[in-house]
């Protein structure tokens, strides 16, 4: 019914204010961070070596900046440990509601298993068979008996390592396995 239409003017100004933004929103390129209505004007590289980019508003930006190398430097055994934090932090709802990205869309991967793909240089609804075959790539071109005294590829294997580990614990949980 048209009335149905015409209720949505009727809230306090604050409502139209939130949907003028909507509106409006549509026309621009939104945030990647999932809930931010923001216009994402700011590129960032989904992974190193990636030409895949998301695109944040300015604040997010930031924030992804300072946090995108998270695995670098973690042994796989830290990287795991914060994952089972964050995992229990996620069944609190505030949480789950600020600090979710944008991933497939169902809130089906922790903040961060999406990172470990981004390390894995895979996009979010990247399957299993897929990360074992992007991990076992990366961790082949980075090994340590390849690039021996290259602190770089060395980073690189261990985030690699890492990024594996977390989403071969998501997978198993996924199937019902004990972890
Ligand atoms: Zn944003």
Redesign the pocket.
């Known amino acids: 019914m048209a009335r149905q239409t015409r209720s949505n003017d009727w809230g306090f100004p604050r409502w139209r204010a939130y949907g003028d933004k909507g509106r409006s929103a549509a026309k621009v390129r939104l945030?990647d961070?999932e809930g931010?209505t923001?216009s994402?004007d700011r590129p960032a590289p989904k992974a190193p070596n990636s030409q895949e980019r998301w695109y944040?508003?300015e604040?997010?930006a930031a924030e992804y900046n300072k946090n995108w190398n998270y695995f670098a430097g973690l042994d796989p055994e830290e990287a795991a440990r914060r994952a089972a934090e964050e995992e229990r932090d996620s069944s609190g709802f505030r949480q789950s509601a600020q600090w979710k990205w944008a991933g497939p869309g169902d809130g089906s991967r922790s903040r961060d298993e999406m990172r470990a793909l981004g390390a894995l240089e895979l996009d979010s609804d990247a399957d299993f068979p897929t990360i074992k075959a992007a991990h076992r790539r990366l961790a082949k071109e980075n090994h340590p008996d390849l690039k021996q005294g290259d602190e770089g590829a060395a980073q690189r294997f261990k985030q690699v390592q890492a990024a594996y580990d977390v989403l071969k614990k998501a997978e198993d949980r996924k199937n019902g396995k004990a972890v």
């Open positions: 945030c961070r931010c923001g994402g944040f508003c604040a997010h």
